[in-house]
């Protein structure tokens, strides 16, 4: 099922048994060759994932999200490290030097604020 489809992420959280320690994604989307372009298909992925996050996590729980490199990451940024305790991009070894490709990596889950 295509992520982005209406119902999936009610499914997949209504398939989990309680909230989990851990979201990842690894989508991103096709590849036009016009790097602007590509980077804001693939952050608005990263957005979707990271507030899909937010809502499911268990509280201490983490999240890691591919992403290209581009300078449209602001805001995400911004609502991570207002949800997380430490936000870390990553570049694995094993991604090519010159590839934009990057990972973000919010750690330790602060909780959903709950209205009291």
Do not use: W
């Not at 570049?91 to 990057?102: F, H, I, Q, T």
């Amino acid at each position: 099922m295509d992520f982005l489809d209406e119902e999936a992420p009610r499914l997949l959280r209504e398939a989990l048994d309680g909230p989990p320690d851990l979201v990842i994604s690894d989508m991103a989307a096709p590849t036009t060759g016009h790097k602007r372009t590509d980077h804001l298909r693939t952050m608005y992925l990263c957005e979707v994932a990271a507030h899909f996050a937010v809502e499911t996590l268990a509280e201490g729980g983490h999240f890691l999200a591919k992403t290209f490199q581009g300078g449209a990451e602001q805001d995400l940024l911004t609502m991570l490290k207002q949800n997380f305790k430490q936000v870390v991009h990553v570049k694995p070894a094993a991604s090519r030097s010159e590839s934009v490709e990057m990972f973000l990596l919010a750690k330790s889950f602060k909780g959903r604020k709950t209205d009291g």
